[in-house]
């Protein structure tokens, strides 16, 4: 199983940045997908993931309405398209599979524990 996160960059508040992962190794369909983010000093924590059961969605609430996951299965991708960016989602962000679970729907699905394969990290900066 692999992925590899890319897409970030240096954005003033209020713009948009699109990211991709691209997944091998896996079917989407048998687990989840999520993204995650951390900053210096503070603990990796989950954004958003997606469920390959029926693609159902989790966001936590400090991105909802402003972000959008998905998942393109022609192309084996996923996608984390950033609305409205404050300086505050300023950080690293990871692409992540868990192929214990198959559903996105509340907080626990995106548990850094049960997410065993991850991407290397793509920097997003929002300036102010």
């Known amino acids: 199983v692999q992925l590899q996160a890319f897409g970030g960059g240096l954005v003033q508040t209020g713009g948009s940045l699109r990211l991709s992962c691209a997944t091998s190794?896996?079917?989407?369909?048998?687990?989840?997908i999520g993204w995650f983010r951390q900053t210096p000093g503070k603990g990796r924590e989950g954004v958003s993931c997606?469920?390959?059961?029926?693609?159902?969605?989790y966001y936590i609430d400090s991105v909802k309405g402003r972000f959008t996951i998905s998942y393109d299965n022609a192309k084996n991708m996923m996608y984390l398209q950033m609305n409205s960016l404050k300086p505050e989602d300023t950080a690293v962000y990871y692409c992540?599979?868990?192929?214990?679970?198959?559903?996105?729907?509340?907080?626990?699905?995106?548990?850094?524990?049960?997410?065993?394969?991850w991407g290397q990290g793509t920097l997003v900066t929002v300036s102010s």
């Open positions: 190794g896996f079917t989407f369909a048998d687990g989840a």
């Open positions: 992540a599979a868990n192929l214990m679970r198959r559903r996105c729907d509340t907080g626990s699905s995106v548990r850094l524990y049960e997410y065993d394969y």
């Open positions: 997606i469920g390959g059961g029926d693609g159902d969605t």
